[in-house]
């Protein structure tokens, strides 16, 4: 069983940044992929970014490219969520989640087998 524990979400103006970082327990952290997922109120969550177990390859929404960043230390087993320029529509949830093994789609909640309790990121205007 693996644990994910999410922390750094907070009220932030618009244009500002913040880091997300995602605790996660067990042995095996290294070996599996892992995203971030975005809820905002009323609507269905949505992907984020993805970054491979070894963190060689990372993959972003369109919505957030450029701006956010993942990245993840094994040693750690922490996963992190650097947000920038931020803007109010990115007001959400967010969540980390790991896949065992690569997900057939990286965007698909269903291929994500644990799931963290989340942590609220609002951005004002």
């Known amino acids: 069983q693996v644990q994910l524990v999410e922390s750094g979400g907070g009220l932030v103006q618009a244009g500002g940044s913040l880091r997300l970082s995602c605790a996660a327990s067990g042995r095996t952290f290294s070996s599996y992929h892992m995203g971030w997922f975005r809820q905002a109120p009323g609507k269905e969550r949505e992907f984020v970014a993805h970054?491979?177990?070894?963190?060689?390859?990372?993959y972003y929404a369109d919505s957030v490219k450029g701006r956010f960043t993942i990245s993840r230390d094994n040693a750690k087993n922490t996963v992190y969520l650097q947000m920038n320029s931020l803007k109010p529509e990115d007001t959400a949830v967010y969540y980390c989640?790991?896949?065992?093994?690569?997900?057939?789609?990286?965007?698909?909640?269903?291929?994500?087998?644990?799931w963290g309790q989340g942590t609220q990121v609002t951005v004002s205007s």
């Open positions: 989640a790991a896949a065992i093994g690569p997900p057939r789609s990286i965007e698909g909640i269903h291929e994500y087998d644990y």
């Open positions: 970054i491979t177990w070894s963190g060689g390859s990372t």
